[in-house]
């Protein structure tokens, strides 16, 4: 059962049983004053029955606030855990990366890194972020995209470097 509708369960049985208790409560105080309570046993039974019912209207009123907390207040929580599983999702994405990185040659690192700051990046941009050479720039994207781990795509006289969708 969802929130929503536990809320609306549990806020209708705590009202109903509320005004079961406002009821009582108003017997007890008419039996009060019909019997002008002092010290007697019938006296001390029926302040222990309103001391019973006080602590009972005391229940009810957590479980309506409960009812309500359930029914208006669930979706906070829905959000929370929405965030919680999409900072999840990336942080297994984080740790796929890193253990990538980790099989991978130092120039093979750097450019992933610099490619995984600024997806699109043009080659000529990716060899000056990268600090290597034209040719060495090239060799390496060239042996990335034989592995499966980056595409490019002609643009102009350069290529734009993009990540795989899987990495």
Known sequence: MNNKKLGIVILSIGVITLILLVNLIGKYNQAIIDEGCFPSEDCKKIESSLSISHLAFGVMGFVISLGFYLLFFSKSEEALLK?????????????????????????????????????????????????????????????????????????????????????
Not at 84 to 93: D, P, Y
Not at 131 to 139: C, R, V
């Open 83 to 167: 965030s919680l599983n999409e900072e999840k999702q990336t942080r297994n994405k984080e740790d796929r990366f890193s253990i990538l990185l980790k099989a991978l040659d130092p120039f093979e690192q750097r450019i992933l890194k610099v490619i995984k700051e600024q997806d699109g990046i043009t080659q000529n941009t990716l060899r000056i972020k990268a600090d290597l050479s034209k040719a060495k720039t090239s060799y390496v994207v060239n042996d990335l995209e034989d592995k499966g781990l980056i595409k490019r795509i002609k643009k102009g006289k350069t290529f734009s470097v993009y990540l795989r969708g899987n990495i």
